[in-house]
């Protein structure tokens, strides 16, 4: 029977006021989790207090859920709300072995003046230099490590994730949102976004597609303890092309291979293109956003306690 | 008869000459020739002195760096034109004219369905590699249907006389405003040759352009209102887009003068949001929206991309096209060519290898030592190489870095320029010859492209340069085509440029135009205000302590002290000191109240609203700072420190002069004359409050009666005083004259009497400023018992009064205030600090 799991996921970001009043904000959304063949989305909302501001929905250039949002209204405080409710389908995993050599599916995306398949074309937005993620022979003498000559895709990346989840360390304070992937592979030392970026920026550098992966992983509570309201985070984790078997997920930062305890809200070449808040106020007090997310799966539906009452 | 020009004609056979062939003189050039030739080494240079003149006047520049402080350098122009051929003309138009159709459906393409990807016509590394692909962009048509409204192209012309594209420009080339000015100065040096030639004239491209931007525009059937969007002062081609807006019409405005509410464009007018239908936007791809694309831009207006999306604002070009900007894509255009238009490609490119195809990459190796190396990409970091200047190991180099990121490079033959007569400006007749290329345009049109008859010939500074770019010293010419059939006498230029043209009428007064002429005539004033006050406490502070001046210095210092040009509580500070603080206060940035800082200021408004000042006011500016900075180190005595004084003086008294001369009297002007007027209340009302309660102090008559000279002369009214009451200085006449006189530009009352009416002018619409607050302030004033000042007066009560007058002045200064506040929410209310970019996880 194929595993299922149903969850609700509420992410929450919040200026709060601080007695200096925003006088516009313009914020591009990527909050609502993309409808997928492993992934039903039986509902998806967002809400924004104050409830002046205008929302548009719509898809952006790689086939995700965006909204726009824009409040021209004077406001101090704004509090974004995201709450979906989806179904993860368990999937098969693909023989490591079974896979093509790492070699002949660089080689394949090599430009030749001929006709090209729709998903190699796909592929190939997904292997250069992006904004977050550079390309180089450093980042590919990293990638050597695992990618060795002659072994099949699918084992090298394994041995590239486990590489980064065995020696890097995880860590909330080492980073900022926008640490470059050279301090990071200097450091050791990063989170989950710090490591998807690292892995992608090794495997486009030794010419094989990645993308980053957007969304949140179910995290189990400190045993005989409830599950806290808002006490999860964003998630994120690479996706990796193979001709045979299509795309791929990694999670470099736990090591396994992503089934039904990750939500997936998008994907893009990096954390720009489908970072869940980005954009521009004017006015206010140059405050960082609080974020609080809730993964729970509905199984759960008993009342969890909220971090205040804990 | 002198010998002819061409006896010492430096014509090289190994490149292509424009003006000489195997057979001699081109025909085309023939008719100019006999011209020059009969023309005296000194006419000519009286041309050419012309020429630099009207550059000079024009203050057409190029500003070399993009540094507040560095020095804009003059256009540099050529006295002789290039001229070609009427029949060539019409294939390089023909070929330029396809090129952009071409370009501008494969933007369409690569920004929608990609076939020339999946058809593997371009490799898609140029495309999804590039930085200038923008993902937010795909899938947008832009209003209108075009992506290209107006572009570039380089070309050169080989020894075989062939016409190549070196470049394309296809994101928003520059130049098209510099060959209009190029035109303006060169037919004017030669009008009857211009006449006769009949030269195909360059307005009808421009109107072109003019018409099809507003006809394309989505405006819901309003009259369209078209903006140009340029970065700001500090780039480097700001002249072209302040002559290129004020030539068609256009408001020039920067990111911050737009604002997006519901998907639509904004301009923040002193009169409000007015809807922007079309940008031609003098601003790079990345930097126009900073919630969609490059986060850290300041430049930009959030929410364009959306507005762009829904179809309501038509940008020219379309967000994205600088996608187009690669060295290696004209290798690839003839089959896109074939595949997108059916057509071949009419005129070649420079032939061109991208090394990341495996077979061009090894022909380049091979060929390292003949070609020239380029980026991939703009911005590549790596600059141009040229293979024939590398020795072995330097080429070894060369070609290890290509092994290493084949992709990154381009190689493309090397063109041998052709050269074109120049002019070289000494006393003989004798012309030089200088490499050369030719930048040429096209624009869209409610009929098509259209492409302009001429363009920006660009040549080589030196005798042997090989690149051509303005920035590294090259100079330019402008190009005659000659026309066979009648040649249109329309003309976009109005006789002559006013201010009333650069503000524009008051509906399109950006409110951050508006807001720095106000602070532009307030800095102007506090600048004049604190240069006198320093001026006249130093000058006292020369005399000393212990004379019978003692007075008149003790309140001067302490009214330098109420200005904050003096640290401290006056009286217990040594002189020795106060005159420290003085000269920092003159010289020093980082004295707050200081002259320096309050002209540093003033410059930032200038430069801000510096196409409305002419360029003598704006040297003039420039020159003062100038010598501030070399001041701080020079002047170390006092009466070198009264001389620089002076000349400040000097400027601003010149700079007030032409705000009342040369400036129109628009909503922009009375903005600037308000910001003066306001200013002066300020100062005057807050300094013969503070003098009138140091003057209670003052004891005796005669430090007394020197105490309101000094104050006189403060306000620079001591002349009126003695040719109205010729008597020695006394409290009550001088009061009143600086006070009560409306008749005198120095004193309160004329200052409130003007404010008073121009702002009643403001307070049309229903709009409340207070200006009634104002007036009853100074009302108060009016009816301040002034007989009570009388020296008659008994001692006590005269003391009394002037105590409350004090108080009466102090409450008309806060009136001013609460009047500028108004008014900045009024008018600059929607001058928005710079948005903050976030991200959040």
Known sequence: MTRRVAYTVIHETEYPACGVPVSLAQHLLHLIPRKLPWQTRESGQITIEPALAQLEEGEDAFGNPVAWLSLDTPHDGLLVRAESHVTVIGRELPKPDDSPLWESVRDSLRYHPKPRSADSLDALRYLYASPRVPRDALLAEFAATAFKPGLPLLVATKALMDLIFKTFTFDAKATEVSTPVHEVLKRKRGVCQDFAHLMIAALRSVGIPARYMSGYLLTDPPPGKPRLIGADASHAWVSVWCPRNGWVEYDPTNGIQPDVRHVTLGWGRDFQDVSPLRGVILGGLAQAPEVRVTVMPDSEKAAPRSPAGA | ?841
């Open chain 2, 1 to 841: 008869m002198p010998s002819s020009i061409l006896s010492h004609y430096p014509y090289r056979p190994d490149s292509y000459d424009e003006l000489f062939g195997e057979d001699g003189v081109r025909p085309h050039w023939q008719e100019f020739l006999d011209h020059i030739d009969e023309s005296s080494a000194d006419v000519l240079k009286a041309r050419a002195a012309q020429l630099a003149r009207g550059i000079q006047q024009n203050g057409v520049t190029y500003n070399v760096y993009a540094d507040p402080r560095g020095t804009d350098r003059p256009w540099s122009l050529d006295l002789l034109p290039l001229i070609l051929p009427t029949e060539e003309w019409r294939g390089i138009s023909a070929a330029i004219s396809q090129r952009v159709r071409l370009l501008d459906a494969l933007l369409g393409d690569l920004y929608g369905d990609q076939t020339t990807l999946a058809e593997g016509l371009l490799p898609p590394e140029l495309v999804f590699g590039h930085k200038g692909f923008h993902w937010p962009c795909k899938g947008i048509k832009p209003a209108g249907g075009a992506f290209l409204h107006l572009y570039a192209a380089d070309l050169a012309r080989s020894p075989d006389g062939h016409w190549w594209v070196i470049a394309d420009r296809t994101q928003s080339p520059s130049g098209a405003g510099y060959a209009l000015e190029n035109r303006l100065l060169v037919s004017r040096a030669f009008p009857d040759l211009f006449r006769d030639l009949q030269v195909q004239t360059l307005a009808g491209f421009f109107r072109g352009l003019q018409r099809s931007l507003g006809s394309q525009a989505p405006t819901d059937g309003e009259h369209p209102l078209t903006v140009l969007l340029t970065p700001g002062p500090f780039n480097e081609t700001y002249f072209e887009h302040v002559y290129l807006a004020r030539y068609l019409g256009f408001p020039l405005v920067e990111g911050q003068d737009l604002t997006v509410r519901h998907d639509t464009v904004y301009l923040k007018t002193v009169s409000g949001l007015k809807r922007v239908h079309a940008i031609l936007r003098r601003l790079d791809d990345d930097f126009c929206d900073p919630v969609e694309l490059r986060a850290d831009s300041a430049l930009g207006v959030p929410g364009l991309l959306g507005a762009v999306r829904a179809g309501r604002v038509l940008v020219a070009n379309a967000l994205g096209s600088g996608l187009l900007e690669s060295a290696a894509l004209p290798g690839f255009l003839p089959g896109i060519s074939r595949h997108l238009l059916g057509e071949e490609l009419m005129m070649p490119s420079v032939a061109t290898w991208w090394c990341g195809e495996e077979p061009a990459k090894a022909v380049v190796l091979k060929h390292l030592r003949e070609l020239v190396i380029k980026p991939t990409f703009p911005g590549g970091g790596s600059d141009v190489i040229f293979g024939d200047q590398l020795d072995a190991p330097q080429l070894a180099a060369l070609a290890a870095r290509i092994e290493a990121d084949p992709s990154a490079f381009v190689a493309q033959e090397l063109v041998k320029l052709s050269r074109a007569p120049a002019w070289t400006g000494g006393h003989r007749r004798k012309l030089m010859t200088r490499a050369m290329g030719l930048r040429v345009y096209a624009a869209i049109t409610p009929e098509g492209y259209s492409v302009l008859p001429g363009g920006l010939a660009r040549v080589a500074g030196m005798d042997n340069t090989r690149i051509l770019t303005m920035q590294k010293g090259g100079s330019s010419k402008d190009t005659w085509v000659p026309s066979d059939g009648p040649v249109s006498t329309f003309s976009l230029l109005q006789n002559t440029l006013r201010v009333s043209d650069l503000i524009g009428e008051t509906g399109t007064l950006s409110s951050r135009l508006a807001e720095n002429l106000f602070w532009f005539g307030r800095y102007g004033e506090r600048c004049d205000a604190v240069a006198r006050l320093a001026r006249l406490a130093l000058s006292r502070l020369s005399e000393g302590r212990r004379t019978e001046r003692a007075g008149a210095l003790s309140v001067m210092l302490d009214l330098a002290a109420g200005a904050g040009l003096i640290e401290g509580e006056v009286s217990a500070t040594p002189l020795a000191k106060a005159e420290l603080d003085l000269f920092r206060a003159v010289l020093d940035r980082r004295a707050e109240c200081g002259l320096a800082a309050n002209l540093q200021r003033l410059t930032w408004c200038a430069t801000q609203a510096r196409e409305h000042l002419s360029l003598d006011h704006w040297h003039a500016l420039k020159r003062l700072s100038a010598e501030i900075e070399s001041a701080r180190g020079r002047v170390s005595d006092v009466s070198a420190l009264l001389e620089f004084l002076d000349e400040a003086l000097t400027t601003f008294v010149s700079l007030s002069g032409f705000a009342m001369d040369n400036m129109t009297r628009d909503m922009g002007w009375r903005l600037h004359i308000v910001g003066r007027r306001l200013e002066r209340l300020d100062n005057l009302s807050g300094r013969l409050a503070r003098f009138l309660r140091r003057y209670a102090e003052v004891a005796g008559p005669l430090h007394r009666e020197l105490a309101v000279e000094a104050l006189l002369e403060l306000c620079d009214s001591i002349i009126t005083y003695r040719t109205r009451y010729r008597a020695q200085p006394e409290l009550l006449p001088a009061m009143h004259l600086l006070t009560m006189d409306d008749a005198n530009p120095h004193a309160l009352a004329f200052q409130a009497r003007m404010l008073s009416n121009y702002l009643k002018t403001f307070e049309t619409d229903g709009v409340e400023l207070g200006v009634a607050e104002l007036d009853r302030a100074f009302g108060a004033v009016q009816a301040f018992p002034w007989a009570h000042l009388e020296s008659l007066c008994p001692e006590p009560e005269r003391r009394e009064a002037v105590l409350q007058l004090a108080d009466l002045l102090d409450h008309l200064a806060r009136a001013g205030r609460h009047l500028s506040d108004r008014l900045a929410m009024r008018f600059f209310s929607h001058v928005g600090i710079a948005g903050q970019a976030t991200f959040a996880a």
